[in-house]
């Protein structure tokens, strides 16, 4: 076969996609701060982008991490850069590894369906087996099933990841060593894990990818549904008065402004994407095709919403306010302390916390005192579990606070009693401002109030997974519950 002429623009590459296989993908995403599923297939061709491009400029890490609703054709798309890759970049050596076995073959299925079009067809090495595809230029592609005998033994160039979200912790890590650099046909490949999935858990693997996306570390490309609906009817309004389009507060008429625009339409039908949205809850939607935020089903705190909990200034006339200490005791796992400002109308302004491993008692006393210096502390609210005497001084660590004169107040209540008093300050009773607002410095504190849970296994469970993510909501509870009259409560929790 003669070897095809490589694209040397995005435009071209757009061209030859729609030349060769008829596939014409979005270039432009419908909501700000998104991005177009064309941008993502720009990233993953050039290994060197030849020019800035909207969505992915020059200085960008290789890996990347695509956060797609369900349905996005996030997988498809997956399949057609590794067919990019495999036809255009000799000797290049890919694998696909997804959430399951099932998973990894909807892709490779994905795949095997590019290379029946008349134009790739003779490109192939041989026949297409259930696991491989291999190309008369050397390049081949594998699934890898989940185990850590087939991960660890692999080196290649490009492992693509699917419903990373689905995958086992142990696994993941193993994959981070799976790839190396190679110079195939004309240019070189860095060896790079790109992973495409949905994110629906505020605990899961793909939060922590996004959030070190977002910190720099891979380069982040995110749509939902809007982003890839198809070209809407014009009989169909858009008008509020109307009413008749369900998707009115998500699309706001962007679908029919793309398409008279003449850039081309996604592959998600309006009418599809409406059937989806009358088949589950807000919470659901938002999460799994907006891409808005992990659903909070399983959250001990799902009143608690960073847009509106978390501020980046305090109030500037702080006369009057008391300062309070929130404190969660911990040695292999992080001690957390928490300052807190409470206002003379009662509003709690967690306004700065210190989060430290591998700490004896007497060196986190010596940070309370470096706090009051400059912020008297009223009281501190503590674990009641710190009444218990050490065996060798035979003080408990409340006592030896005491003894370096702080006031500690460990009121006995119920953790799910505690629990309830954050929440009523996170969501005042009929529709009153927050009692409770956390400072955007206190970083830990803001990812753990978002991440903390119920066993999702367990749906009946009120006791909170300890996981990592309680120690700073545990050090708010006591601030809290010490500060706060209890109330009558019920042993409940959430569900949506």
Same mark, same amino acid.
């Given at each position: 076969?003669?070897?095809?002429?490589?694209?040397?623009?995005?435009?071209?590459?757009?061209?030859?996609?729609?030349?060769?296989?008829?596939?014409?993908?979005?270039?432009?995403?419908?909501?700000?701060?998104?991005?177009?599923?064309?941008?993502?297939? %720009?990233?993953?061709?050039?290994?060197?982008?030849?020019?800035?491009?909207?969505?992915?400029?020059?200085?960008?890490?290789?890996?990347?991490?695509?956060?797609?609703?369900?349905?996005?054709?996030?997988?498809?798309?997956?399949?057609?850069?590794?067919?990019?890759?495999?036809?255009?970049?000799?000797?290049?050596?890919?694998?696909?590894?997804?959430?399951?076995?099932?998973?990894?073959?909807?892709?490779?299925?994905?795949?095997?369906?590019?290379?029946?079009?008349?134009?790739?067809?003779?490109?192939?090495?041989?026949?297409?087996?259930?696991?491989?595809?291999?190309?008369?230029?050397?390049?081949?592609?594998?699934?890898?099933?989940?185990?850590?005998?087939?991960?660890?033994?692999?080196?290649?160039?490009?492992?693509?990841?699917?419903?990373?979200?689905?995958?086992?912790?142990?696994?993941?890590?193993?994959?981070?060593?799976?790839?190396?650099?190679?110079?195939?046909?004309?240019?070189?490949?860095?060896?790079?894990?790109?992973?495409?999935?949905?994110?629906?858990?505020?605990?899961?693997?793909?939060?922590?990818? %996004?959030?070190?996306?977002?910190?720099?570390?891979?380069?982040?490309?995110?749509?939902?549904?809007?982003?890839?609906?198809?070209?809407?009817?014009?009989?169909?309004?858009?008008?509020?008065?109307?009413?008749?389009?369900?998707?009115?507060?998500?699309?706001?008429?962007?679908?029919?402004?793309?398409?008279?625009?003449?850039?081309?339409?996604?592959?998600?039908?309006?009418?599809?994407?409406?059937?989806?949205?009358?088949? %589950?809850?807000?919470?659901?939607?938002?999460?799994?095709?907006?891409?808005?935020?992990?659903?909070?089903?399983?959250?001990?705190?799902?009143?608690?919403?960073?847009?509106?909990?978390?501020?980046?200034?305090?109030?500037?006339?702080?006369?009057?306010?008391?300062?309070?200490?929130?404190?969660?005791?911990?040695?292999?796992?992080?001690?957390?302390?928490?300052?807190?400002? %409470?206002?003379?109308?009662?509003?709690?302004?967690?306004?700065?916390?210190?989060?430290?491993?591998?700490?004896?008692?007497?060196?986190?006393?010596?940070?309370?005192?470096?706090?009051?210096?400059?912020?008297?502390?009223?009281?501190?609210?503590?674990?009641?579990?710190?009444?218990?005497?050490?065996?060798?001084?035979?003080?408990?660590?409340?006592?030896?606070?005491?003894?370096?004169?702080?006031?500690?107040?460990?009121?006995?209540?119920?953790?799910?009693?505690?629990?309830?008093?954050?929440?009523?300050?996170?969501?005042?009773?009929?529709?009153?401002?927050?009692?409770?607002?956390?400072?955007?410095?206190?970083?830990?504190?803001?990812?753990?109030?978002?991440?903390?849970?119920?066993?999702?296994?367990?749906?009946?469970?009120?006791?909170?997974?300890?996981?990592?993510?309680?120690?700073?909501?545990?050090?708010?509870?006591?601030?809290?519950?010490?500060?706060?009259?209890?109330?009558?409560?019920?042993?409940?929790?959430?569900?949506?």
């Amino acid at each position: 076969m003669h070897e095809p002429e490589m694209p040397a623009q995005p435009a071209d590459l757009h061209q030859w996609l729609r030349e060769q296989i008829g596939l014409v993908v979005p270039t432009v995403p419908l909501i700000a701060g998104h991005a177009s599923p064309f941008a993502y297939l %720009v990233h993953a061709f050039f290994e060197e982008p030849p020019a800035p491009h909207a969505g992915c400029p020059r200085s960008t890490p290789r890996d990347c991490v695509v956060w797609a609703n369900r349905g996005g054709g996030k997988t498809f798309l997956g399949a057609v850069a590794t067919m990019l890759d495999l036809l255009f970049k000799p000797t290049i050596q890919i694998r696909i590894l997804g959430g399951s076995l099932e998973q990894s073959r909807r892709m490779h299925a994905h795949l095997c369906d590019l290379f029946q079009h008349d134009a790739l067809r003779p490109a192939l090495d041989g026949r297409i087996t259930r696991s491989r595809v291999r190309l008369a230029n050397g390049s081949s592609c594998e699934v890898l099933a989940q185990s850590q005998t087939s991960v660890r033994g692999t080196r290649v160039q490009k492992l693509r990841c699917d419903e990373v979200e689905l995958f086992d912790p142990e696994i993941w890590e193993a994959a981070q060593l799976t790839t190396i650099s190679k110079r195939c046909g004309p240019v070189l490949v860095r060896g790079c894990i790109e992973c495409l999935s949905t994110m629906h858990m505020p605990h899961g693997i793909m939060y922590r990818i %996004v959030r070190e996306a977002e910190g720099g570390a891979r380069r982040l490309f995110k749509w939902g549904v809007v982003d890839v609906l198809g070209a809407c009817d014009e009989d169909r309004s858009c008008s509020d008065e109307a009413g008749d389009c369900p998707l009115l507060e998500e699309c706001a008429g962007r679908a029919k402004r793309r398409d008279a625009a003449g850039e081309p339409a996604g592959h998600l039908g309006v009418d599809d994407a409406i059937s989806l949205k009358g088949r %589950v809850g807000e919470q659901t939607w938002q999460s799994e095709m907006l891409c808005l935020r992990p659903s909070r089903s399983d959250s001990v705190y799902p009143e608690f919403d960073a847009q509106v909990h978390v501020v980046s200034a305090l109030p500037r006339d702080r006369e009057g306010w008391t300062h309070i200490a929130g404190m969660d005791f911990g040695f292999r796992a992080p001690t957390v302390i928490l300052l807190a400002g %409470v206002a003379p109308g009662g509003v709690l302004f967690v306004e700065r916390e210190v989060v430290r491993a591998g700490a004896v008692l007497d060196e986190h006393i010596r940070t309370l005192e470096a706090i009051s210096r400059t912020h008297s502390i009223a009281w501190v609210g503590v674990d009641p579990a710190g009444r218990q005497r050490n065996d060798q001084t035979g003080l408990s660590n409340i006592q030896q606070i005491r003894r370096a004169g702080f006031r500690v107040c460990d009121r006995v209540l119920p953790l799910h009693q505690g629990i309830e008093l954050v929440r009523a300050r996170l969501r005042p009773p009929g529709g009153a401002q927050p009692r409770l607002l956390i400072h955007e410095r206190c970083e830990h504190l803001i990812q753990c109030m978002e991440r903390y849970r119920y066993p999702s296994d367990r749906p009946e469970s009120i006791t909170p997974v300890k996981d990592g993510s309680d120690h700073a909501p545990d050090a708010l509870r006591y601030m809290v519950q010490n500060l706060d009259r209890p109330v009558r409560t019920s042993r409940s929790r959430y569900i949506p």
